[in-house]
């Protein structure tokens, strides 16, 4: 069965959530811009803390996880319902309790964690006290992981990690970071990688600098250049089995993935409202914006855009509550992060063209609305990388032709089908 259409008792969430997102929450983003993970103090904290507590009295406090992994169970459809509202704005991830990295990190200490580093580690991640880094890309290699080289040593009932790792974001605000490391270098990268948890304040973590976007102040860069310098954990740091770092990105990546591209048709609607008002609103040489045909170009190609993506991620969402595996919608998943990045660029540029000077201005939010896609054509790997991905899985549904013609080959069709059909073509033939 086919159905498009929102359970009626959600919708009434989802209009709540809208409406509290667009009036209490957005001005956050302009009250306390870039200080979503800066963990909660003074004036800050009660202003934030009373918004929190009512997403949690609506039942819509930390979403993404299933009931059996500690979060509400709502399946990634109904995430994706909600996440579409919460990307307009970057404090709504925070307030509900669903923001990235930390939902992916979540997800694998429950997924993975044993019962004492969920106590440690998951449960005040959920209750939206602390934040968490996901250290994997190192300075030298990002796209392919079998090139990383930070290295854990066992040293008696301890290991001890030396490397460099790069964008690690949100580091220097974090609590804890989940660090990817070589724990045997003489077998393949794919069973001798591991994950360990590692507390920021761990002697040897030595934040080198934290990087910034393009844009941004030098003193708001957030993605960390560190340096593992002799950082000793203890065995039970060892995040899921020793060799398993590999299993356990997919896991994390997958949903990091959908969730991102469940905001990114917020941010990208966002744009495509501004559009359609300055449109309206705009008029030039004796008419409105609106009744140019370039500009009703933009506004239609805009619309079809974020319907196609719209519809893909919600697809996408429905296939992981329906398999509840990763590997199983792993094309899909992949095929959704090389859309998204130009879903949003493309939606973003238009609008931005259509406002003129005002555009291209930090007075409205478009080129950081470009400079998010190309963002997203990155993080949790290039665009490139995810393309070969869907390339490989849609081709493992065929096979090569038995000969050098292919199989839809209209001369040899046409003959079989003749032979099919001798019967009657004569019979038609002969009435002429
Ligand atoms: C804002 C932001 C936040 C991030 N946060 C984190 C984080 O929290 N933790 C973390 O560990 N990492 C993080 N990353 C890093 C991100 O995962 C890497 O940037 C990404 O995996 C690519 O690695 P790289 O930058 O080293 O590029 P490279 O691996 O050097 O690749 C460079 C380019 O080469 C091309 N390329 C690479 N491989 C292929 C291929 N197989 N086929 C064809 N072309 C290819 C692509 O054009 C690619 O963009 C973040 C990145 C950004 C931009």
């Not at 993605?223 to 000793?232: K, S, T």
């Not at 020793?242 to 941010?267: N, P, S, V």
Request: aromatic share 10%; proline share 5%.
């Amino acid at each position: 069965m086919w159905d498009f259409e929102t359970d009626p008792e959600y919708q009434k969430v989802l209009d709540w959530a809208d409406e509290f997102v667009r009036e209490e929450v957005e001005p956050l983003d302009l009250a306390f811009p870039h200080q979503q993970f800066v963990p909660l103090e003074g004036k800050r904290r009660e202003a934030i803390d009373p918004l929190k507590e009512e997403v949690r009295r609506r039942g819509l406090w930390a979403t993404h996880l299933g009931a059996d992994l500690g979060g509400q169970g709502y399946g990634q459809l109904k995430l994706a319902l909600l996440n579409e509202i919460l990307g307009r704005s970057q404090w709504a991830p925070i307030i509900f309790g669903c923001q990235a990295p930390d939902t992916g990190n979540a997800e694998i200490i429950a997924h993975y964690g044993t019962e004492e580093q969920k106590q440690r580690y998951l449960r005040p991640l959920l209750d939206g006290e602390l934040f968490s880094c996901y250290s994997m890309t190192e300075p030298h290699a990002g796209a392919d992981p079998t090139m990383f080289t930070t290295r854990a040593v066992r040293d008696g009932d301890d290991w001890v990690i030396n490397g460099w790792k790069f964008f690690s974001s949100n580091a220097a605000t974090a609590s804890f970071l989940i660090v990817m490391v070589v724990t045997n270098p003489d077998v393949s990268a794919y069973q001798g990688m591991s994950m360990f948890l590692v507390p920021t304040d761990t002697p040897g973590v030595k934040i080198e600098r934290n990087v910034g976007l393009y844009g941004e102040r030098a003193d708001q860069g957030s993605h960390a250049l560190i340096h593992y310098d002799n950082v000793r954990v203890p065995a039970e740091a060892l995040l899921g089995g020793e060799g398993q770092a590999f299993a356990i990105a997919q896991t994390r990546l997958g949903g990091g993935r959908i969730h991102h591209a469940m905001r990114t048709i917020g941010l990208s609607r966002k744009a495509l409202d501004m559009m359609c008002e300055r449109a309206l609103s705009r008029q030039t040489q004796g008419s409105r914006l609106s009744d140019k045909q370039f500009v009703q170009g933009y506004i239609a190609d805009s619309y079809a855009q974020l319907l196609q993506f719209r519809l893909m991620v919600l697809y996408t969402a429905w296939e992981i509550d329906k398999y509840n595996d990763y590997k199983k919608v792993r094309k899909d998943i992949a095929a959704v992060k090389v859309v998204m990045p130009t879903v949003l660029h493309d939606i973003a540029w238009r609008a931005m063209q259509v406002h003129g000077a005002l555009g291209v201005t930090n007075e409205v939010p478009f080129l950081g609305m470009v400079t998010g896609a190309a963002v997203m054509g990155l993080a949790d790997g290039p665009t490139e990388v995810h393309k070969t991905t869907v390339a490989k899985q849609v081709l493992r549904d065929y096979r090569p032709t038995d000969g050098i013609w292919p199989s839809e080959w209209i001369p040899a069709k046409r003959e079989a089908a003749q032979a099919k059909y001798a019967d009657f073509i004569e019979h038609e033939v002969g009435n002429l």
